[in-house]
Antibody, heavy 122, light 107 residues
Framework: QVQLQESGPGLVKPSQTLSLTCTVS??????????WSWIRQPAGKGLEWIGR???????NYNPSLKSRVTISVDTSKNQFSLKLSSVTAADTAVYYC??????????????WGQGTLVTVSS | SYELTQPPSVSVSPGQTASINCSGD??????ACWYQQKPGQSPVLVIY???KRPSGIPERFSGSDSGNTATLTISGTQAMDEADYYC??????????FGGGTKLTVL
């Protein structure tokens, strides 16, 4: 079955850009009508959706993060990536990637990657 | 922006039925889904499109959605069901919205 794995630096300095990659295994990122999403969770807090991408390159972003987020996809590597600019301590969180099923008025995440902790600190 | 509200905590005795509510404006006109998250683990989808169960999710998990409230029901709750549960919906303006999460305690 499809599995997802996040990778990237665990420590990012304030004002810099956070960059993460999600590698999809067990299936092609281009097969099926799926979006691919990033979600984060600060320690002890709830889930926050960051954004999603379709393999065509079409994206949707959380309005509250839109000005700082870029999600891209590399179908040749079966990967998609997240860039979050101008980070602050408030961006410290576990970052998850997830396969996203979407239809008219509906959207759900399954499966999820194991998550990767990113700490913003000097 | 669209918001979903969940109670911070729910307690249930083993073998009893647990109900976790998620409220939002006209939520019954949207599709809701639910995730289970155990400590140190990634969330797992347990209900999607209001009431559908993914493969591998026990039948004791069920969902409903009407009016302004979606409900996750766990029948015959087991100790292994103790976890945080998050509801989630899609809104045309906010896109993906999560509830704040409910800690289910089985005691």
């Amino acid at each position: 079955q499809v599995q997802l794995q996040e990778s990237g630096p665990g420590l990012v300095k304030p004002s810099q850009t956070l960059s993460l990659t999600c590698t999809v295994s067990g299936g092609s990122i281009s097969s099926g009508s799926y979006y691919w999403s990033w979600i984060r969770q600060p320690a002890g807090k709830g889930l926050e959706w960051i954004g999603r991408i379709y393999t065509s390159g079409s994206t949707n972003y959380n309005p509250s993060l839109k000005s700082r987020v870029t999600i891209s996809v590399d179908t040749s590597k079966n990967q998609f990536s997240l860039k979050l600019s101008s980070v602050t301590a408030a961006d410290t969180a576990v970052y998850y990637c997830a396969r996203t099923s979407s239809g008219w008025g509906t959207n759900w995440f399954d499966p999820w990657g194991q998550g990767t902790l990113v700490t913003v600190s000097s | 922006s669209y918001e979903l509200t969940q109670p911070p905590s729910v307690s249930v005795s083993p073998g009893q039925t647990a109900s976790i509510n998620c409220s939002g404006d006209r939520l019954g006109h949207k599709y809701a889904c639910w995730y289970q998250q155990k400590p140190g683990q990634s969330p797992v989808l347990v209900i999607y499109q209001d009431y559908k169960r993914p493969s591998g999710i026990p039948e004791r998990f069920s969902g409903s959605d009407s009016g302004n409230t979606a409900t996750l029901t766990i029948s015959g709750t087991q100790a292994m069901d103790e976890a945080d549960y998050y509801c989630q919906a899609w809104d045309s303006s906010s896109y993906v919205v999560f509830g704040g999460g409910t800690k289910l305690t089985v005691l």
